[in-house]
């Protein structure tokens, strides 16, 4: 057999620069599990602050624009609008929320809950209807013995029902400190273009890296406007009809308003049922009815106006993978999750889809955008 001749001053080498990659690379992971959890608590928030700040940059740029070029102001003066129309209404609704899931709980220790019984029909609905119709009347005539005979299960529910409403108010506080950040990072907008650029080219390459931003802020921008911006809007004007109007559970409808209006499942299913208890319930005179039930309708409908003006053409992104991306970061990280969630799995699935096709990373062929007020119609384009 033929033997070959080692070196040891050779492997000596090979064996130190072995080590020494492995030191550093050691030494680098250590750095960033560190980092990762120091930063890790406010890493939602981040995230959402960076969402809004890319989405509303382009309005930003426009009313730096008639104030003088004043970065600072037009993004204060941004904020504070966000917070008044946004912010508000959404911890009334948040409020009307917990209200409701703390006065259900209650009353179920109380006994004071009271359960309509079901009717008759229940009883023929295919496959669960006697199920269902035996459950509903146990709890309907002997309440305190169906929640025994549901123990743990309910105990359980009560327990995520009131660490949901404990964790409310962190997520609201959260929610206007986001607004802020993002207010601060569009002012200094221009130099994190440029280092959102610098990363891109990093990442993917020089020739790829203005494509990859450009992909990635029409993306934020398709989602957040016209499909989360659309149905958190509308969530919010239909939670307020519907707490001004008294409709029982006004904030849990507006919850699932949101989740229905991301997973573009039209609000009438929210409030047709409203109008039928305005109008059976015999607590309306019949002007405050119709007056109600005429702003539950355009409240409803208002998806239909919202769209084209918020964004023209929508996202180039199944609902479901918005809608799983919505549901996974809400359960995850609260309702800032829901938000941040939907964007990053949408960005996920355009990054793998280009991949997948071997196409560019931006869906128009041609030069890439430029990610600025002045281009943010090609933007759209790109995201449709």
């Known amino acids: 057999?033929?033997?070959?001749?080692?070196?040891?001053?050779?492997?000596?080498?090979?064996?130190?620069?072995?080590l020494d990659v492995l030191i550093k690379a050691g030494l680098i992971l250590a750095l960033v599990i560190t980092c990762y959890g120091i930063f890790s608590p406010f890493l939602t928030l981040m995230l959402w602050a960076l969402i809004l700040a890319v989405t509303l940059y382009p309005?930003?740029?426009?009313?730096?624009?008639?104030?003088?070029?004043?970065?600072?102001?037009?993004?204060?003066?941004?904020?504070?609008?966000?917070?008044?129309?946004?912010?508000l209404p959404t911890?009334?609704?948040?409020?009307?929320?917990?209200?409701?899931?703390?006065?259900f709980i209650h009353a179920m220790k109380e006994n004071s809950l009271q359960i309509p019984l079901p009717a008759e029909s229940v009883a023929n609905w295919p496959v669960i209807g006697k199920k269902v119709y035996g459950i509903w009347h146990q709890a309907a005539t002997d309440l305190p013995?169906?929640?025994?005979?549901?123990?743990?299960?309910?105990?359980?529910?009560?327990?995520?029902?009131?660490?949901?409403?404990?964790?409310?108010?962190?997520?609201?506080?959260?929610?206007?400190?986001?607004?802020?950040?993002?207010g601060i990072i569009m002012t200094y907008g221009l130099p994190g273009q440029q280092s959102a650029r610098a990363i891109s080219a990093r990442i993917m390459g020089?020739?790829?890296?203005?494509?990859?931003?450009t992909l990635c802020t029409a993306t934020i921008r398709a989602v957040a406007q016209g499909v989360i911006g659309v149905a958190f809007i509308q969530a919010i004007m239909?939670?307020?009809?519907?707490?001004?109007?008294?409709?029982?559970?006004?904030?849990?409808?507006?919850l699932f308003a949101l989740i229905l209006g991301i997973a573009q499942i039209p609000a009438a299913v929210i409030f047709i049922p409203c109008?039928?208890?305005?109008?059976?319930?015999?607590?309306?005179?019949?002007?405050?009815?119709?007056?109600?039930?005429?702003?539950?309708?355009?409240?409803?409908?208002?998806?239909?106006?919202?769209k084209p003006l918020l964004l023209g053409r929508g996202v180039d992104a199944p609902m479901p993978i918005i809608l799983l991306g919505a549901l996974g970061g809400m359960v995850s990280s609260g309702i800032l999750g829901m938000f941040v969630g939907a964007t990053l799995l949408a960005i996920g699935y355009q990054i793998f889809m280009a991949w997948v096709a071997g196409h560019h990373l931006t869906p128009l062929a041609?030069?890439?955008?430029?990610?600025?007020?002045r281009t943010e119609t090609t933007d759209s384009g790109n995201a449709s």
Request: contains cysteine; glycine residues 8%.
């Open 1 to 18: 057999m033929q033997q070959y001749d080692t070196n040891p001053e050779l492997e000596r080498r090979l064996f130190n620069k072995l």
């Open 59 to 87: 309005a930003h740029q426009k009313l730096a624009a008639r104030l003088g070029q004043r970065q600072g102001r037009a993004a204060t003066l941004l904020v504070l609008c966000g917070i008044v129309l946004i912010v």
């Open 91 to 103: 911890i009334w609704l948040t409020s009307s929320l917990a209200d409701t899931i703390t006065g």
């Open 145 to 182: 013995a169906f929640i025994q005979s549901m123990q743990p299960k309910i105990g359980n529910i009560a327990k995520t029902a009131l660490s949901m409403v404990a964790s409310m108010g962190t997520g609201m506080l959260q929610f206007i400190v986001s607004f802020a950040v993002a």
């Open 206 to 213: 020089e020739d790829r890296g203005d494509e990859f931003a």
């Open 238 to 254: 239909l939670g307020l009809v519907m707490a001004i109007a008294g409709i029982p559970a006004a904030g849990l409808l507006a």
């Open 275 to 306: 109008l039928i208890y305005i109008w059976s319930s015999g607590d309306y005179a019949t002007a405050p009815a119709i007056a109600y039930s005429v702003l539950l309708v355009i409240s409803g409908l208002a998806d239909n106006v919202l």
């Open 366 to 373: 041609g030069k890439p955008a430029q990610l600025d007020d």
